[in-house]
């Protein structure tokens, strides 16, 4: 383009640039909790992620540089940065999909229920907003303790006549990624081609991967079944013993909770074949009230329970052994919004 004359700069394509209007469909997504070790990255990806017509970037910590920084990106979503509890509402307003990974984060020695004191009261606060500024939105709850976490938004959105049992979800999809990927390195293939459904909750026993019933079976002798299943109920722990203070799993946890999103978007527009596992309300599939199984996502949330995966013996002794440690969490986060500390 050196010898152009004047004026027809205007008919020469920029280069790499995209000769197709801005779509003026696609979703509004906010993302509470931006600018922490899960959000910035998370942000990042759903920045990438086709379907995102705006982004809203929330939290009590600055959003602006970050918001800033992602806005250079050449993709059609538009980022907006909203900080602390007066801006909620903008960041809310007309939301289809929220996502909260605000709260503490782990330290060695500590279990996720030890973060509740602290992020019990952050998820309530952020849900109310929810219930009043976007009440038909899909939430997907990332904070910890997932297994009482749920159960607060619910009781919250509950209270304020807002509940969807269909469009609330605790996002488990990290588990559902590290059972895939650690399944495939005993199997030796790519984690790709392999699919674990994980059941139950999100926090260590709770934590159940059906290993007979992945795609393609994973069938092992009973210990090295055992060592299997306990590296993936454990591999949080792993990630917080390897960042010796500085957190739990971020990087990891922004792939799978864009992975979620991006099913829930898929769904939203129409796409009938979207299965995630996640944990949601439902006496449905277990005895509990709230539980992790596979989903089939629609247009208006979920759309179909599927049966839960068989079992083999090992399976259910686990199982069973999850039953009193899932029922306590979950009364916690529903005596935490019943009778506040
Ligand atoms: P982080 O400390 O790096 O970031 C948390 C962010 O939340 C910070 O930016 C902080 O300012 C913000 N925040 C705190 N209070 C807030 C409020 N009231 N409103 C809005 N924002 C607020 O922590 P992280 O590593 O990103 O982890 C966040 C949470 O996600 C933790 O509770 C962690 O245990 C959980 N987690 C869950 C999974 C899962 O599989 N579900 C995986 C990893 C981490
Ligand atoms: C995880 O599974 O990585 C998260 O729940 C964070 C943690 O505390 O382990």
Known sequence: AAHLLPGSQAQVPELGAQHTAAPEHGYVVAVLGASG????????????????????LYDVAPTAGVAADLSHIATPARVSAHTGPTALADALYGADLVVIPAGVPRK???????????????VRTLVEGVARFCPRAWLAIISNPVNSTVPIAAEVLKRAGAFNPGRLFGVTTLDVLRANTFAAEVLGLDPETV???????HAGATILPVLSAASPPVQLPEDRARALMARIQDAGTEVVKAKAGAGSATLSMAAAAARFAASCLRAMGGDSNVVECAYVASSMVSGL????SPLRLGPAGIAEFLPLPHMNALERENFEAMQVELAASIQKGVDFVANPP
């Open 108 to 122: 060695p020695g500590m279990t996720r229920d030890d973060l509740f004191n602290i992020n019990a009261g952050i």
């Open 289 to 292: 009230p709230y539980f992790a």
């Open 37 to 56: 070790g899960i959000g910035q990255p998370l942000s990042l990806l759903l920045k990438l992620t086709p379907g995102v017509r705006e982004l809203r």
């Open 195 to 201: 699919s674990v459904p994980v059941i139950g909750g």
